[in-house]
């Protein structure tokens, strides 16, 4: 019964529901100023779409743990909306709490000028005083290129973290991305443990974002005049998640209004679950345990 009402707690439990409209520095949960410096931001700052956006932020960290208080963050940057708001809002939510932000750009060299875009991820850090680092891989032949270079990306990103004494490496992963992962996965024949799909924290992989559609991100960057790098990538029909993102899930909101909150909204129902099933195992594997000490210790009657 327990898991039957979580399920039903609705999509206000899993795509983040701003409390305000209007940013309130320094209010409950915690977000952009310390204390005593309420007031103080400028005009363009004091909008609705940068106002949730860091709300939402500031809950995935100071309410479900996100990050950390004082945690070493690498923060992974291609220059898009997605990410260039996360820089941006981390860096504002960032002294309260006490982090240490560095930025990271990977170049893929997988297209004419790629190497050019770091400039600009480096100009967006250095305009908040983070440090930049520079990286560049090598994609190796093989399977899915997105893929490849996924993997690529997150082991450059993985070793620059350990040398930098990072706990955390920040993605900038949307509620959309995860709605077109989820139905990627159910339509590639996925086990139940695939529709889970990306989670807020795993290991050293944070997204703060998760929660925060697509749209808001573009939004919070219009709002405070940051201009975001266009990944042609994003929109080659050759990827199969571009496929699903401009043609399948725009055909499925026109039948199903409300399609991608309902594909996230069943990841997380999905994570519930299977925490629940772990977690009712590992009680019972813990009580047969402690039911086999005791007849070791009563011995034969």
């Known amino acids: 019964m327990r898991i039957f009402q979580r399920a039903q707690g609705g999509l206000a439990q899993v795509v983040e529901q701003p409390v305000h409209t209007r940013y309130v520095p320094g209010s409950s949960p915690g977000t952009a100023t310390t204390a005593g410096k309420q ?6 700052q004091r909008v609705a779409s940068v106002a949730r956006l860091r709300r939402a932020v500031a809950t995935a960290v100071d309410r479900r743990g996100v990050l950390q208080p004082g945690e070493a963050i ?6 898009g909306p997605d990410s260039s708001a996360l820089v941006d809002a981390l860096a504002r939510l960032g002294p309260p709490r006490g982090w240490r932000l560095e930025v990271a750009h990977v170049d893929h060299g997988l297209r004419a000028g790629s190497g050019a875009e770091a400039d600009h991820v480096a100009a967006l850090a250095g305009e908040r005083r983070l440090a930049f680092h520079s990286l560049s891989v090598t994609v190796r032949p093989g399977g899915s290129l997105q ?30 991305d995860q709605a077109e992962t989820v139905l990627m ?3 590639t024949g996925a086990t139940p443990r695939g529709l889970v799909a990306m989670a807020e924290r ?5 997204r703060p974002l998760l929660r925060v559609w697509r749209d808001d991100t573009r939004s919070y960057c219009t709002a405070l005049g940051i201009i975001p790098i266009d990944d042609p ?6 990827f199969l998640r571009s496929r699903v993102r401009e043609q399948v899930l725009p055909v499925l909101e026109a039948v199903f209004p409300g399609a991608r909150r309902r594909l996230v909204t ?14 009712q195992t590992r009680a019972h594997r813990d009580a047969r345990e402690a039911a086999s000490v005791t007849e070791e210790k009563s011995g034969p009657c």
């Open 233 to 238: 990538s994003n929109a080659d029909m050759r």
């Open 39 to 44: 007031g103080r931001l400028p005009a363009a």
């Open 185 to 187: 996965r159910a339509l």
């Open 147 to 176: 893929d490849r270079a996924r993997g690529a990306r997150h082991a450059a990103l993985a070793q620059l973290a350990r040398g930098l004494g990072a706990t955390a490496i920040a993605l900038g992963h949307t509620a959309d």
């Open 202 to 206: 795993s290991g050293a992989l944070a």
């Open 74 to 79: 690498l923060i992974a940057c291609s220059g």
């Open 266 to 279: 069943l990841s997380a129902r999905q994570r519930t679950l299977l925490e629940d099933v772990a977690s």
